[in-house]
């Protein structure tokens, strides 16, 4: 009986530690004191349960103190403006790890002072914080600190509060906003003929573009980097008023504004060659040369290096594309002054009733070969009649490929092909930046080319991993 009661116990803490233990967590072993002019060690232990990939440790030191790394375990280490830093690419595996720093005091300072901190890191592709309880320190004779402080300058009063370094400004949410603080942007530039170049460590890439049509390209890159880990940016220089859509990442997060594409690694791959690929799609009336320039950031040594990937220059004739979509445009029913399609909001809601259904327009649609297996796509609208390709141009300055699915009474519009659903989810996020307005777009699912929803879709194909 008592076995049976300690066994209890014991499964009831450890149900608790599991729905009841803290998450990521810091904290210092600093000195009650120091004597000016000399110097402490500082241990900062880290508590990061399963977290893994980029993190970012500071501390906060007040004016007349410094820091200089002693362990780092792998990250690393800068400090400037009062500030410490322990960077790491990939934290370390162990659940719980410690760092270790110098911490000296300048020969003329004397009192109290708090130090603080905090650690960053990336979670489910969101940005969290961890702040570190504050600790105080004494700068010399704490009695004689108190005792003279009264006889000091009207501002010595302020003084803790001044030394105690300000709150840090707020800091961007994603892993692309984090990559531009590492690593930041280049100049847009449309200068034709830059060669490429390699960046130290022998870090290259080249770049090939293959035309698909008259107003579309599609552009594919490979980065050469040979054993190089930890954090890498590939930024690709896009001509005035052209969208990129990812089609191939390689473990990289796609992003597009302005006139730039990005597929950012908080972690490379281990394989020494990678490879991405995005299509080109060029505003309507696009006609001549253009030309796409890039480089690929990274660290070597914790210093920021880069690869110019050089520029590429390709042509478009406008009036080609003009004579491919004349056929569309006579459609023998015309589309009425407002043909907007109604849309689901996400995969999950039920699409309404449907309105009566018009004589359907010639439509546009990709040829695919037979789907087996899982695959994802992305709904970019649905209506209760087919347009075609123009009405999209038009509209949404939309002239990729779409293929039509009637399902459920609905006329769907979908792109793309995924095996993966995380690429889905980026080419969904590729037309959302990209200002296409689409009603939707969100990712759709299909087992042997039967529709089926994402959660049974993602259930599935774990079973088949296992297996």
């Known amino acids: 009986m008592i076995k049976l009661f300690t066994l209890f116990n014991l499964a009831g803490l450890l149900l608790f530690n599991l ?42 030191l007040p004016p007349g103190m410094r820091a200089t790394a002693i362990e780092t375990r792998g990250a690393s280490f800068t ?15 162990q659940p719980s790890f410690k760092v270790s720093y110098t911490l000296s005091a300048d ?20 940005r969290k914080t961890a702040d570190m309880p504050p600790s105080t320190i004494t700068v010399g004779n704490a009695a004689l600190a108190a005792a003279t402080a ?31 603080s590492i690593i930041p942007d280049g100049a847009v530039t449309d200068t034709p003929g830059l060669p490429a170049k390699q960046g130290p460590g022998q870090v290259g890439g080249s770049r090939t573009i293959t035309p698909v049509s008259n107003t579309e390209v599609l552009v594919e890159v490979t980065i050469n980097k040979g054993l190089l880990r930890g954090f890498g940016k590939l930024q690709e220089n896009l001509p005035a008023g052209f969208t990129a859509v990812a089609t191939a990442n390689d473990e990289a997060i796609f992003s ?25 799609l060029a505003p309507a009336g696009s006609d001549g040369s253009f030309t796409i320039n890039g480089d690929f950031g990274y660290l070597l040594n914790d210093l920021t290096q ?22 569309a445009v006579k459609a023998p029913e015309p589309e009425p002054a407002q043909p907007e399609p109604a849309a689901t909001a996400t995969a999950q809601q039920k699409d309404p009733q449907p309105a009566a259904v018009h004589e359907p327009a010639p439509k546009i649609t990709a040829a695919l070969a037979p789907e087996t297996g899982i695959t994802y796509k992305v709904q970019i609208t649905a209506a209760h009649r087919e347009v075609g390709k123009p009405y999209f141009v038009q509209r949404h300055r939309f002239n990729g490929d779409f293929s039509i699915e009637h399902h459920e009474g609905w006329i769907k519009y979908v792109t793309g092909r995924f095996d993966r659903y995380g690429n889905a989810r980026d080419q969904r996020q ?22 089926i929803t994402v959660q049974e879709a993602l259930m599935i194909a774990k079973q088949s991993s296992v297996q």
């Open 256 to 280: 597009t504004g302005g006139r730039m594409a990005k597929f950012v690694w908080l972690n490379l791959p281990s394989k020494s060659e990678l490879k991405v690929a995005y299509r080109l």
């Open 150 to 180: 009264p006889a000091a300058t009207p501002d010595a009063t302020a003084a803790p509060a001044e030394a105690q370094a300000p709150a840090p400004a707020p800091e961007a949410g994603t892993p692309a906003d984090v990559a531009a």
């Open 306 to 327: 880069r690869a110019v990937i050089g520029s590429s220059t390709f042509q478009l004739d406008a009036q080609a594309a003009v004579a491919v979509a004349a056929p």
């Open 430 to 451: 590729a037309y959302i930046d990209a200002g296409h307005n689409f009603p939707g777009p969100f990712v759709t699912a299909y087992n042997n080319g039967d529709r």
């Open 79 to 93: 400090f400037a403006d009062g500030k410490a830093k322990f960077i790491w690419m990939a934290l370390p595996a």
């Open 19 to 60: 729905l009841f233990s803290g998450g990521v967590s810091i904290s210092q072993d600093l000195p009650a004191r120091m004597d000016p002019g000399t110097e402490v060690r500082v241990t900062v232990t880290v508590n990061k349960e399963q977290i893994s990939g980029f993190a970012k440790l500071q501390i906060d």
């Open 107 to 126: 020969a003329g300072i004397n009192g109290s002072f708090p130090i603080g901190g905090r650690i960053s890191y990336i979670e489910d592709n969101e």
